[in-house]
């Protein structure tokens, strides 16, 4: 990083990134009587009453927790609770930017399963939905797992918004370049929350051939110690090392580290070959490199600075705000698979000039260097939470009983 980014990083930050105000003037007595006492008393014994009145009288139908331990931050790992609060700050910024869903963090120290379960259903009752964030693996796994019947809907995000925008990429690719989910190869570098969570939507989407690897190399069934996530793609091939493994692949997809992948190894993959290299803020291999190797690539990175940005904002603000609106209680495999495909189909359309504009770019068509949205493209938060919002509806795992898709879409927009 370089020292005017840094100094400017730490500028920006000074105070914190988020606020509260009120929502309601507050400006005479007979305002705060309404307020506090003694006119809040009414709602209190409304609710009393009936508990769903909550999400009428108060901010939780609007309201996300987003919850860390600062076990696995970003690039950095295990940094702790207190370390983590910017990054949790900037979440709630980007929840209220893109999807005006008001988001609060809460940065925990409490490391056990048991202990980060039993804080989350105990704040359950505060919150529209919680968005666990940074916590790491394989504990996130149980985590989410064991939050799925509380009630309102949680969502690790590291693990599904990653999967969710990849995929969306990944279909858009394999159009252009003509490729069957079902008959390509693909590696992912790197078998935690992002990896296995993306392993296990790409199935769900077709394709059959994924190869894990991490550090210590392929997963396979020959090896000892494999956690349960990582057996559940265990295979059984003569493939050991990356190096092995990626020799005619269709997809890699990279959340490890930087520099693993090299000239000969990008050249050892199939024709029209998809790169999304997102370790950050380095990739596993820079976009320059495999372009001076290789013109029919489909490269995308986690950066903003280089084409297809694999950006977690373009899912998880406006899988909340889906839910949230049609009161789900979970958030389920399809309302995921619904986003990746709105994200996908957005992609094929006119860009605005306005995005053109942000992004400093005459032109942004469909092609091998525009296969996912922008996040300032603002009408991924229509499209996005509409599809979920219709998924939930259709799972049966929405409350709302009047939801109307047209409507809906049409008040996003």
Same mark, same amino acid.
């Given at each position: 990083?370089?020292?005017?980014?840094?100094?400017?990083?730490?500028?920006?930050?000074?105070? %914190?990134?988020?606020?509260?105000?009120?929502?309601?003037?507050?400006?005479?007595?007979?305002?705060?009587?309404?307020?506090?006492?003694?006119?809040? +008393?009414?709602?209190?014994?409304?609710?009393?009453?009936?508990?769903?009145? @909550?999400?009428?009288?108060?901010?939780?139908?609007?309201?996300?927790? *987003?919850?860390?331990?600062?076990?696995?931050?970003?690039? /950095?790992?295990? $940094? %702790?609770?207190?370390?983590?609060?910017?990054?949790?700050?900037?979440?709630?910024? /980007?929840?209220?930017?893109? @999807?005006?869903?008001?988001?609060?963090?809460?940065?925990?120290?409490?490391?056990?399963?048991?202990?980060?379960? @039993?804080?989350?259903?105990? /704040?359950?009752?505060?919150?529209?939905?919680?968005?666990?964030?940074?916590?790491?693996?394989?504990?996130?796994?149980?985590?989410? @797992?064991?939050?799925?019947?509380?009630?309102?809907?949680?969502?690790?995000?590291?693990?599904?918004?990653?999967?969710?925008?990849?995929?969306? %990429?990944?279909?858009?690719?394999?159009?252009?370049?003509?490729?069957?989910?079902?008959?390509?190869? *693909?590696? $992912? #570098?790197?078998?935690?929350?992002?990896?296995?969570?993306?392993? !296990?939507?790409?199935?769900?989407?077709?394709?059959?051939?994924?190869?894990?690897?991490?550090?210590?190399?392929?997963?396979?069934?020959? !090896?000892?110690?494999?956690?349960?996530? =990582?057996?559940?793609?265990?295979?059984?091939?003569?493939?050991?090392?990356? =190096?092995?493994?990626?020799?005619?692949?269709?997809?890699?997809?990279?959340?490890?580290?930087?520099?693993? /992948?090299?000239?000969?190894?990008?050249?050892?993959?199939?024709?029209?070959?998809? $790169?999304?290299?997102?370790?950050?803020?380095?990739?596993?291999?820079?976009?320059?490199?495999?372009?001076?190797?290789?013109?029919?690539?489909?490269?995308?990175?986690?950066?903003?600075?280089?084409?297809?940005?694999?950006?977690?904002?373009?899912?998880?603000?406006?899988?909340? !705000?889906?839910?949230?609106?049609?009161?789900?209680?979970?958030?389920?495999?399809?309302?995921? $698979?619904?986003? +990746? =495909?709105?994200?996908?189909?957005?992609?094929?359309?006119?860009?605005?000039?306005?995005?053109?504009?942000?992004?400093?770019?005459?032109?942004?068509?469909?092609?091998?260097?525009?296969?996912?949205?922008?996040?300032?493209? !603002?009408?991924?938060?229509?499209?996005?939470?509409? +599809?979920?919002? #219709?998924?939930? *509806?259709?799972?049966?795992?929405?409350?709302?009983?009047?939801?109307?898709?047209?409507?809906?879409?049409?008040?996003?927009?």
């Amino acid at each position: 990083m370089s020292l005017s980014l840094k100094e400017d990083a730490l500028k920006y930050h000074l105070g %914190g990134k988020i606020d509260i105000s009120p929502s309601k003037a507050m400006n005479s007595s007979y305002d705060l009587a309404l307020a506090y006492s003694p006119g809040v +008393a009414e709602p209190c014994l409304e609710i009393a009453k009936d508990e769903e009145l @909550a999400y009428v009288y108060t901010n939780k139908a609007n309201l996300v927790a *987003v919850v860390s331990d600062g076990s696995a931050v970003l690039g /950095l790992g295990d $940094i %702790g609770a207190n370390a983590s609060k910017p990054v949790m700050e900037g979440k709630a910024c /980007l929840f209220k930017k893109f @999807a005006n869903v008001n988001a609060y963090d809460i940065e925990i120290n409490a490391h056990s399963i048991e202990e980060i379960v @039993a804080f989350c259903k105990a /704040l359950a009752p505060t919150f529209g939905g919680i968005n666990l964030e940074d916590i790491a693996a394989p504990k996130c796994f149980e985590i989410e @797992a064991a939050l799925q019947d509380l009630g309102i809907p949680v969502m690790h995000d590291d693990q599904h918004g990653t999967a969710i925008i990849s995929s969306a %990429g990944l279909m858009n690719a394999m159009e252009i370049s003509g490729k069957s989910l079902k008959n390509i190869k *693909v590696v $992912i #570098s790197g078998s935690g929350a992002a990896g296995i969570a993306s392993a !296990r939507m790409y199935k769900n989407l077709g394709v059959e051939n994924i190869i894990l690897v991490d550090s210590k190399g392929v997963i396979h069934k020959d !090896r000892e110690n494999l956690s349960k996530e =990582k057996r559940e793609f265990a295979l059984d091939c003569k493939e050991r090392t990356l =190096k092995e493994a990626i020799r005619g692949a269709d997809v890699f997809l990279g959340l490890s580290r930087p520099k693993i /992948l090299d000239e000969e190894m990008v050249l050892s993959m199939a024709k029209d070959p998809v $790169i999304f290299a997102l370790a950050n803020p380095i990739p596993e291999v820079m976009p320059e490199l495999v372009e001076s190797v290789r013109k029919d690539a489909i490269i995308g990175t986690g950066r903003s600075d280089y084409p297809n940005q694999i950006n977690n904002v373009l899912a998880f603000p406006f899988i909340f !705000r889906g839910a949230l609106d049609v009161r789900a209680f979970k958030i389920t495999e399809n309302m995921k $698979i619904a986003a +990746a =495909k709105a994200l996908a189909d957005l992609a094929k359309l006119p860009v605005s000039d306005e995005v053109k504009m942000a992004y400093k770019v005459k032109e942004l068509n469909f092609g091998k260097d525009y296969v996912i949205p922008k996040p300032f493209d !603002r009408r991924v938060k229509a499209a996005v939470s509409t +599809a979920v919002a #219709s998924a939930a *509806v259709k799972d049966g795992v929405a409350k709302l009983k009047d939801y109307n898709e047209k409507a809906y879409f049409e008040s996003l927009e």
